[in-house]
């Protein structure tokens, strides 16, 4: 990936240099955050009608705010999961006939995949803009990709260059894992700079991956009305945020999804990320488990909007 260009020029002496006005009045005229994104959540068990069983194809459609002139891009990140033991964990969640005032949300899983729960968080940004861009990257991408490797990446290169490198958050969505061997996998963005960054999907230890996905999303550190980051808890899986910047008042919503799991291939596989507490200064994440599950660990990533 080529880095950002460096100013070769050399003085004697530098000194503070103010603001530009100009510069000044185009950071107040940004908007917020909540004024250019719009963002839910979806799982299955609004998708499939009372008392129906598990099955492979849950799909509904999901209004979109109006503040749309055109078909917004939309970004999808695991919220929960419990899939029974016995077959491989297959999970796939997409986004289908994108208009600009609704789309069709579906969660997958297929052959001998029991699938009880899922849910998703979205995340809908208008296409192309220069501020909030977003895309997304799977293990089916690289051509050397086997479910035997245990590494795989991509070179993100930004359609439109920031003035300093992003923040770039990251969200799971896509997961197929062999039965026979522990669940481990964890997603995380490097090497970010001003004209991109580099992705990375990994496992670990003897597990089968057979396929993962990510979407990605970044946006100017310091944007007016938003803040993200990762929460890896060092013990288990429950860890404390202190956002990034005080917000005046507890955040409007905050978004969550999935960039680490390790479960054992005992039990079925399973989490629920919960956010509690939520202030203007920051807030508790829990990931809990349905059944006899045993998480090892597990890690989000967030965004809490004003």
């Not at 479910?147 to 923040?167: C, D, G, M, N, Q």
């Amino acid at each position: 990936m080529l880095k950002p260009g460096t100013d070769k020029t050399t003085t004697a002496l530098v000194m503070p240099v103010e603001p530009k006005t100009s510069e000044i009045a185009e950071e107040l005229k940004r908007p917020m955050a909540q004024e250019i994104l719009d963002w839910g959540t979806f799982d299955i068990g609004v998708m499939r009608a009372p008392n129906t069983g598990p099955r492979h194809h849950n799909h509904m459609f999901i209004k979109i705010s109006p503040k749309f002139a055109t078909p917004p891009a939309i970004i999808l990140g695991l919220t929960s999961l419990e899939a029974g033991r016995g077959g491989n964990v297959r999970i796939a969640t997409t986004v289908q006939d994108v208009h600009k005032r609704i789309f069709g949300a579906h969660i997958r899983s297929r052959d001998n995949t029991t699938l009880y729960r899922a849910g998703c968080t979205w995340l809908a940004v208008p296409s192309g803009h220069p501020h909030f861009q977003v895309g997304s990257f799977g293990t089916s991408e690289d051509p050397a990709w086997d479910s035997k490797k245990h590494v795989t990446h991509r070179e993100i290169v930004f359609l439109h260059p920031y003035e300093a490198p992003p923040k770039v958050i990251i969200w799971l969505n896509e997961l197929d894992f062999a039965n026979d061997r522990n669940e481990r996998i964890m997603a995380f963005a490097t090497d970010v700079t001003s004209g991109g960054f580099t992705a990375h999907i990994n496992s670990w230890g003897d597990t089968t991956l057979h396929r993962a996905k990510i979407s990605w999303l970044a946006y100017p550190a310091g944007y007016p009305g938003i803040c993200g980051g990762t929460v890896l808890p060092e013990e288990g899986t429950c860890g404390v945020v202190e956002f990034e910047k005080k917000f005046a008042k507890p955040p409007t919503a905050v978004l969550v999804g999935l960039n680490k799991l390790e479960s054992d291939k005992q039990k079925r596989c399973s989490f629920n990320i919960i956010t509690e507490a939520v202030s203007e200064v920051g807030m508790g994440i829990r990931v809990e488990v349905f059944g006899d599950t045993i998480l090892h660990s597990a890690g989000v990533s967030y965004l809490a909007i004003e």
